[in-house]
């Protein structure tokens, strides 16, 4: 599991699709009248037939969100350990170039980041594109560059947000990454490799990806849009153009894409990103229980008709899951009516509820259905 951000031609199959279509309803920013789709009339000379079909393209769409990403390079200084080019860690996301003195040297790496406050001048990106960076410069699609300052990191999801001092921003709007289906079209755009503003395409492969331990908390979006080195801290977008999540790892041998890469959903990345802003830290909230996954098998033994859910293991004394009423061997079905379907996404929902929320437990106690009430404590240990 490679942890960072790719690029090919528009599907085959999209294309053999929409190609020789009178109106291609492709969905943009803006309001678009049909005229926009229509075919061009004939070359003069008769071209390469008797007329000349309007191609389907996101070229409309794209010129609104390009600006808003932007590529993001770092410097900082890491002491020596291997001085021979075979020391180097094939597995590191980013191009590095050794720097003297012996004992350290000056690492380079670049990534990209969205910007979501143009008034602001916030930008998301991954925590591990600007981890330990002595410099964060940013550069806008006009050539500018900008030195950032870093507003607040979250290791546990690995988003960060970073500010620069900038005029004439585009920023790109919040898109609704809990309703993307498999199948839904999308786009990555950032620096593979370092070469800005490149836009891949593909589509959701797959929703709420976890357990891949790549983060602490995970609930990724799998696609096959070409993700590389570089692309992390990027954006998918959907075709209306907006943000739905936030390009992180891929699988593949070498660091190379294969076709499986992971993004962290824009809900996600934004509830992170408001608690950076307001506090330059997630206060993280528990519940205090020890969980597992309700398989089947657990769900026939305890005498339950439901093989989803989280099966509550322990209960922390004078945690919130205690004062609560909660006990072991309930199984919580649900979170303030958003469905609980194992161990991991209790951990997910809980995790990102700030300190002091108050949250609707849906549970079966011996098969029967109950609802309990409990408030988010800031809590240490290993229980959720």
Known sequence: MERFGGSRAFCAVLLMMLAGCEQVPIPRLGQA????????EPAAGGGRGAEQ???PTLAPMLEAVLPAVVNISTTSTVEEQDHSPLGERSSQPFFKFPAVPPDERQQQSLGSGVIVNAEKGLILTSHHVIADADRVTVTLQDGRDFEAKTVGVDTETDVAV????????KALPFGDSQSLRVGDFVAAIGSPFGLSQTVTSGIVSAVGR???????????IQTDASINPGNSGGALVDLNGELVGISTAIVGPAGGNVGIGFAIPSRLAQSIMQQLVQYGEVQRGKLGVGVHDLTPDLAHALGLERGSGALIALVQP???????????????TAIDGTPVT???????????????????LDILRNGE??????????MVGSVD
């Open 33 to 40: 009248s049909a005229a926009d789709y229509q075919p061009s």
């Open 53 to 55: 079909i309007g191609r």
């Open 162 to 169: 970073i500010k620069i001092d900038a005029n004439n921003l």
């Open 210 to 220: 976890s357990g891949l331990g790549i983060e602490g908390y995970e609930d990724f």
């Open 318 to 332: 004078d945690s919130p899951a205690a004062k609560a009423g909660l006990r072991p061997g309930d199984v919580v």
């Open 342 to 360: 194992n161990g991991g996404s209790l951990r997910n929902t809980v995790g990102l509820l700030q300190v002091g929320s108050e949250i609707k």
């Open 369 to 378: 259905k109950r609802t309990v009430t409990a408030r988010i404590a800031k």
